[in-house]
């Protein structure tokens, strides 16, 4: 059986990553895909917790704890999602390492340092990254709840983002509607899943 295709969506606040992630799912679901939703951070755990209470102001904590924390919140899905994508599960992953160092380098830590702690994480297959300027993204409301939602951080986090992308990477324009978002997102998600069933094939 093929291994399952990591599928990531990345991007600034308020660019629509979990209606999308969540429209993946559905839609791989009912093409009798075997697939999950995975979300970072994972505010359900005991250091998801910690996080949470970070982003809601509820705690202080230096700059370099809370990005170790980041990245352990994703170390320990680890097992989890390695075990679901060798027993051939897609994932479909509402943010991850790519977030972490944009975030955290937009705060002014040093991008080799941020990048170390996820080095060795499962990567993804395939990597969305849902871009809106800022200037649009603060339309959007409910901008300036959490801790990062300001317009200088969100600036500098999208330029990051911008520096860290690969060629694997596929731009989205997140000013487009969500269903013809959607539309691209579900088609190249087909496609990934297609090249990885046929890999696994040529593997047996
Ligand atoms: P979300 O639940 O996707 O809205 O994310 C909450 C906030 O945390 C959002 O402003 C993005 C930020 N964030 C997500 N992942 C990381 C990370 O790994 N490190 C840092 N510093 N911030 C992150
Ligand atoms: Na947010
Ligand atoms: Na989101």
């Not at 080095?119 to 339309?139: H, I, N, Q, S």
């Not at 600036?155 to 990477?169: A, H, I, T, Y």
């Amino acid at each position: 059986m093929a291994r399952g295709r990591f599928i990531l969506l990345e991007g600034c606040d308020r660019a629509g990553k979990s209606t999308q992630c969540a429209m993946l799912v559905a839609a791989l679901k009912e093409k009798g895909h075997s697939v999950e939703l995975c979300k970072f951070p994972d505010r359900t755990t005991t250091i998801g917790q910690m996080i949470h209470a970070y982003l809601t102001n509820a705690k202080e904590l230096d700059d370099r704890a809370i990005h170790l924390l980041f990245s352990a919140n994703r170390w320990e899905a680890m097992q989890s999602m390695k075990r679901k994508l060798k027993g051939g599960t897609h994932l479909v992953v509402d943010r991850y390492a790519y977030s972490g160092v944009a975030f955290s380098t937009a705060k002014g830590l040093d991008l080799t340092w941020c990048k170390n702690p996820d080095k060795g994480l499962v990567r993804p297959d395939l990597t969305f990254f849902l871009d809106l300027p800022t200037t649009e993204a603060e339309k959007r409301g409910g901008f300036g709840e959490e801790r990062y939602e300001n317009r200088e951080l969100q600036e500098r986090v999208r330029e990051v983002f911008l520096q860290l992308k690969g060629k694997e990477w596929v731009m989205i324009d997140a000013r487009e509607t969500v269903q013809s978002m959607h539309h691209r997102i579900l088609k190249e998600a087909e496609e990934n899943i297609r090249v990885g069933e046929l890999d696994g094939r040529f593997a047996e």
